[in-house]
């Protein structure tokens, strides 16, 4: 399988470190608000990539962080803290907003059918293990104190900007807007560890250690958390293109410092879902969540096959216009797969082969998950049994997950129950319809209580009107 690989910034032969063995990691939500549909595409594309590995074979063990402390507005060390912020908008404690948000987080998670990593840690549980790797990289001399915080010395690295060649000027506009000179820093770029002396005096989360009674930066938590679960090794390590620098700069910094040899031989991240406006954040505060798009009648898993018909590599632009092509592209498909739930004929085994191999010749070409969804429309067209059909699609949605075949199944049921209703009680139910539309609600019910006395039940679900024999 070839993958982009942004530290050697081509497409890499993925071949794990231990044969068979897949150790993954991502990084985790901030749990100080919603996660937005943007957050969520990188998750959705993580989880394909998580799927792909495990259905070609690999045993892959995933673990991810939950941010519950640290991370400051701006990815540098400055700003204000993301959970506190959370905590004043919604007079609650922090630890509230935490359990609140992960809760929430999941739920949409469960929602886009993407699977819980193997191991989640929030980083509030692993404190301790967060001052011990500090501690050593204080006695290595990686790591120096000042004015109270604990900070890590890129100077001492042979190479720092891993991913690109930054320079030290550029960095104001990398660790972006708000940039606060910090005159603790030896070089600018820097970062934190601990921090004791901080601009919040309310920080409600402090722990003890060595350095004084503090928190930690966020960097630290997500190698500390890796390593813990993972070891010194690890395969791969993912997230969106946004944390790359410095996030992922600093996390590769710490972790080789502390173990003294290479750690982590491929990175993946997922570009952007921007809006018309730029990208979608949470800090701007103007994001779409999973709640939202359901309230107004969409399935989540259509935004998931709308983030599946374009490459994780390029950024994506959201638009209910867009959102409304791919919904009409995902029930045509529907559909179309309603036709072959009968899985009639036998296996053609050749040919499952055959059409199987398109799919994953998309897939081992940098998770080209829009060919692979092209895969399907090629099955549905090709000249096998129902039975070859149905089989091909359920294996691919072990990876992709959109559900296809149950969207299919819903199709078919309404229109098994449509076509079974006698001609007598089908009229009344258009006129009812009718009635309905025009807000004539008397004679609504009126025609409810002809097709009740019929012999019918009229039940009423988010897919529309429903009548069933009594
Ligand atoms: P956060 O909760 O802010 O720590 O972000 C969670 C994940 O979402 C990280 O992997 C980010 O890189 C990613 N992310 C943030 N904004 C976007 C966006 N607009 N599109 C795709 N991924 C994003
Ligand atoms: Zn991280």
């Known amino acids: 399988m070839k993958l982009y690989n942004t530290l050697t910034r081509k497409k890499d032969d993925f071949t794990p470190r231990f044969e068979g063995k897949v150790s993954m990691y991502t990084c985790g939500p901030t749990v100080y608000h919603y996660a937005h ?25 995933r673990v991810m962080n939950i941010t519950d402390v640290g991370h400051l507005t701006s990815d ?13 908008r919604e007079h609650k404690s922090v630890m509230e907003i935490a359990e609140f948000y992960t809760k929430a987080f999941f739920e949409d998670c469960k929602k886009l059918s993407i699977k819980t990593p193997d191991v989640v840690m929030p980083a509030t549980s692993c404190i301790d293990e967060f001052i011990r790797v500090i501690g050593v990289l204080v006695e290595k001399g990686y790591a120096y104190e000042a004015g109270g915080n604990v900070y890590f010395d890129i100077s001492k690295l042979k190479k720092y900007y891993v991913f690109n060649d930054f320079k030290e ?71 969106g293109i946004d944390n ?51 309230e107004k009648g969409y399935d989540p898993l259509v935004y998931r096959f709308f983030c ?25 498909l529907a559909a179309k797969i309603a036709g072959v739930l009968d899985g009639s004929g036998e296996i053609d085994e050749e040919k499952f082969a055959e059409l199987k191999k398109k799919f994953t010749d998309a897939m081992d070409n940098d998770l080209n998950t829009a060919l692979a969804i092209t895969a399907v ?3 549905l067209k090709a000249d096998v049994s129902n039975a070859t059909k149905l089989a091909l699609i359920k294996d691919f949605d072990k990876v992709l997950s959109i559900g296809l075949v149950e969207a299919a199944g819903k199709i078919s049921a309404k229109a098994d129950a449509e076509e079974a209703l006698p001609e007598e009680v089908a009229a009344l139910a258009e006129q009812r319809k009718a009635a309905r539309k025009e807000k004539n609600f008397a004679l609504a019910d009126e025609l409810r209580d002809k097709i009740t006395a019929l012999g019918y039940v009229i039940t009423e679900t988010r897919e529309g009107t429903k009548i069933t024999k009594k």
């Open 244 to 294: 790359a620098f410095p996030h992922h700069t600093n996390e590769i910094a710490q972790s080789e410092a502390y173990l003294g040899h290479e750690w982590c031989n491929y990175w993946f991240h997922v570009h952007h879902l921007n809006t018309e406006g730029g990208k979608m954040s949470k800090s701007k505060g103007e994001f779409l969540t999973v709640s939202l798009l359901e």
């Open 377 to 379: 429309y090629d099955v």
């Open 308 to 332: 599946l018909q374009s490459h994780y590599r390029k950024s994506l632009v959201f638009s209910w216009e867009n959102l409304d092509n791919a919904k009409l592209a995902y029930e045509k």
């Open 37 to 61: 549909i943007g957050n969520l595409r990188s998750y959705i594309m993580e989880d394909v990539l998580e799927k792909y590995f495990r259905y070609v074979g690999y045993d892959v063990t």
């Open 76 to 88: 540098g060390d400055t700003g204000d803290d993301k959970m506190l912020k959370g905590a004043k």
């Open 169 to 239: 000027e550029d960095l104001a506009v990398g660790v972006r807007e708000g940039v606060e000179e910090d005159s603790n820093k030896r070089n600018k770029a820097d970062f934190a560890l601990w921090f004791t002396k901080s601009k919040f005096d309310d920080q409600e989360l402090k722990w003890d250690s060595p350095w004084g009674v503090g928190y930690p930066g966020w960097h630290i938590e997500c190698s500390c958390i890796s390593m813990k679960n993972l070891g010194e090794y690890l395969d791969i390590h993912c997230g």
